[in-house]
């Protein structure tokens, strides 16, 4: 009797059947859903993360946390990328990703030890990932039409904002509603997110936050020129500078004539060049290079003011903001190339000095919220919070309806599919049934942050919303059950719609693994992952 031969190379690891592979995949993803659970909704829990960098990280935000730490499990990191597609698809919501598709996967657990096959259990989570689809479109109690209403969208922001930063969403929602009103193009669908820029500058406190219609750059201006109406800039990728020749070379001064007069054609030709642009009407010049000290004396001497702006992407925002075009070569600018500004002026905020180039009577292209805080970790959340509320006025942008908040949608959900359950013949019902039962994870999480006993509340859930009171979910303020419309506690539509869907794909993926085969790790160092560059780290 002859071995079988091998197939794989030596330190290949093979694993197969319920125990090796369904259920330890189960576990993995249910330890990584264990970590950001506690951070879901307003009274969620702080992560201190530690990157590999030792880059500090104190945030309740499931996409942060998810994003540094190097997840190595195949299974949990099939779960990380289905919560970056939810946060590239509606820019909120990740943690709710996470939550639901850790309890489908433990009620998937549940019914395996049940010995029911999981073939089963995939055709049933299927049918009631259809269902729960269909459910949610009816449940809508509001529609945002007039996303330049900033009363209706600061309404809508404020769950969102809330979850971040709790007692600010009344200060925080209608400073994100201006800011984003201000910049949505006519056609609402085309809003771009990246036209709303947050600006942060340490000191003070999260109330002293600013909108500025217009553009901010965190740099004083060169010279003694701070203030400037109805400014004309001109702007310029490269430095103000005399032409460096390209090959080095050696110069011998017999004489001190000579000496004197080696400089005189780089002084006529720079201040040639400043004159030539004054003299097309334009009073404030951007720079990305740097400045010669002869340059900054004709600049001087003809009164204009000089900004330098080393970051190229926030060059391309600024010529955005005032309508210029950023020219390569220094010569005076045609009319269609001047960017305008109402107001470009030097300001101190705390100890920084920032230059703020205001649009005030014309719509401005860009937005910039300034965000004050005592420490740089608290300017980080402010952050993440806005960046949040402009995802959800961008989602509202495209589907303005919203859901009641604080766990009504999904208790009513699941009510919903556990009739349907009832009805449904075959195997398929008691997946069905586990499906629903996992809704209830959301307002059983709301509840456990806010201290309050779940298991009585959410009995309570379902006997109100079976009387018909399908708006009731948790009031974690006031630590009972209240109507969410009345409060003003909202979920986007489509959020949650994407929500639901993520999670169930990724469940089912997990689920019709049956094998899993490792190959041995290569030798040497690893690769470093190469990632695009952030434009805000330029």
């Given at each position: ?140 109690v ?16 404020k ?18 509603a ?19 820029r ?11 936050s600013?909108?500025i ?68 009407g ?26 330098k ?143 309050l ?33 009345e ?32 190959a ?19």
């Amino acid at each position: 009797m002859y071995a079988s031969a091998p197939i794989f190379k030596d330190g290949t690891r093979h694993f197969t059947g319920l125990e090796e592979t369904i259920l330890k995949n189960i576990d993995a993803c249910n330890e990584l859903t264990k970590l950001t659970r506690t951070s879901l909704g307003p009274n969620g829990m702080n992560k201190l993360v530690v990157n590999r960098l030792e880059k500090i990280f104190v945030t309740n935000d499931a996409a942060t946390v998810l994003k540094e730490l190097d997840v190595v499990h195949p299974a949990a990191k099939m779960l990380v990328m289905a919560a970056e597609m939810q946060e590239q698809e509606c820019g909120d919501g990740t943690n709710f990703v996470l939550a639901f598709a850790g309890e489908l996967l433990q009620q998937a657990e549940s019914l395996i030890r049940m010995n029911l096959h999981p073939n089963d259990i995939i055709t049933g989570f299927k049918k009631a990932s259809q269902k729960a689809l269909e459910i949610v479109e009816e449940l809508s109690v509001l529609k945002v039409d007039d996303v330049r209403d900033e009363a209706k969208v600061s309404n809508a922001l404020k769950t969102a904002v809330s979850s971040k930063q709790i007692g600010l969403e009344d200060f925080l929602a209608p400073l994100i509603a201006k800011a984003c009103i201000q910049v949505c193009p006519k056609e609402q669908k085309n809003f771009n997110v990246d036209n709303v820029r947050t600006v942060k500058i340490l000191g003070g406190g999260a109330g002293d936050s600013t909108l500025i219609k217009g553009f901010v750059v965190e740099k004083d201006s060169e010279g003694t020129t701070k203030h400037v109406k109805n400014a004309k800039i001109a702007v310029y990728t490269g430095g103000i500078e005399a032409n460096k020749p390209e090959t080095k070379g050696t110069v011998l001064f017999k004489t001190a004539d000579q000496l004197e007069g080696y400089t005189a054609s780089e002084e006529i030709q720079m201040e040639n060049i400043i004159k030539n642009i004054a003299a097309a009407g334009i009073n404030v010049i951007v720079t990305g290079g740097s400045i010669s000290d002869i340059g900054v004396h004709f600049i001087e001497k003809y009164k204009l003011m000089a900004v330098k702006v080393q970051s190229k992407f926030a060059l391309r925002r600024l010529c955005k903001a005032i309508g210029a075009t950023a020219l390569v070569r220094l010569v005076p600018p045609s009319a269609d190339e001047v960017g305008k500004a109402d107001i470009v002026t030097v300001e101190e905020l705390g100890s920084t000095k920032v230059t703020i180039f205001r649009q005030e009577k014309e719509d401005s292209a860009i937005s910039s919220i300034v965000l004050r805080g005592s420490t740089q970790n608290i300017l980080d959340s402010l952050e993440r919070t806005i960046d949040d509320g402009v995802n959800v006025y961008k989602g509202l942008c495209r589907d303005g309806r919203l859901l009641a908040g604080g766990g009504a949608a999904e208790i009513e959900i699941a009510l919903r599919l556990q009739k349907i359950a009832d009805s449904t013949p075959g195997l398929d019902q008691y997946a069905i049934k586990k499906f629903s039962e996992s809704f209830e994870v959301v307002p059983r999480i709301l509840a456990d942050n806010a201290g309050l006993n779940s298991t009585s509340l959410i009995s309570t859930l379902y006997a109100a919303h079976q009387s018909g009171k399908t708006n009731l979910g948790v009031d974690v303020e006031e630590c009972t059950i209240q109507d969410m419309v009345e409060r003003g506690v909202y979920d986007h539509l489509l959020t949650k719609l994407w929500g639901i869907r993520f999670a169930s794909d990724v469940v089912l993926t997990i689920l019709r693994v049956d094998q899993m085969i490792v190959a041995k790790l290569a030798g040497g160092p690893r690769l470093p992952q190469q990632k695009g560059q952030d434009p805000d780290d330029a």
